[in-house]
């Protein structure tokens, strides 16, 4: 799944960064 950067999240996520 692909989060956005205007999603509140609390990892600093980029365009094309995941979490995982």
Do not use: G, K, Y
């Not at 799944?1 to 995982?20: D, K, N």
Request: charged share 10%.
């Amino acid at each position: 799944m692909h989060f956005l950067t205007t999603q509140a999240v609390p990892w600093p996520s980029r365009s094309s960064e995941s979490p995982t």
